[in-house]
């Protein structure tokens, strides 16, 4: 009797690894798309820090004059029929500080490095514009 346990033990142990096997894939196995590498985005060029090379990015036409000395821009000009105004400051001006704080009377859409995007009082923001803006690089 204890002969015949250890014949039928090795039978399920026989028919246990054939079913598995059976029930293998000779396919190989699909990659796990987390494990790719993802691909990264090129970084964009940089945009040189001039009011006609940021209009030129942004895709911003009809250049008008503004008076951005009042603000204490170094230089400025609005776009668009007057739908958008550039402003171009030195970073660690009080000014530019003041501006980006929310104290200053224009209020920026969106600025970085000393560039003040601004949509002038009763001009509706374009989202995409604030977008295409926040992703230029100087």
């Not at 691909?39 to 951005?68: C, M, N, R, W």
């Amino acid at each position: 009797m204890r002969n015949m346990k250890k014949y039928l033990m090795l039978v399920l142990a026989l028919v246990l690894v054939f079913s598995l096997a059976s029930c293998g894939s000779s396919e190989e196995p699909a990659e796990d798309p987390a494990a790719e590498p993802v691909a990264e985005e090129p970084e964009p060029e940089p945009t040189e820090k001039t009011i006609p090379a940021i209009a030129e990015a942004l895709g911003l036409s009809d250049q008008g004059e503004v008076y951005f000395e009042v603000i204490g821009a170094r230089d400025g000009a609005e776009f668009n029929g007057g739908a958008v105004e550039l402003y171009i400051f030195d970073e660690d001006q009080e000014e530019y500080q003041t501006l980006i704080s929310g104290d200053g009377f224009v209020v920026p859409a969106a600025y970085h490095d000393g560039v003040v995007l601004v949509f002038p009082e009763g001009t509706e923001p374009d989202p995409a514009l604030v977008e295409a803006f926040d992703g230029l690089v100087f």
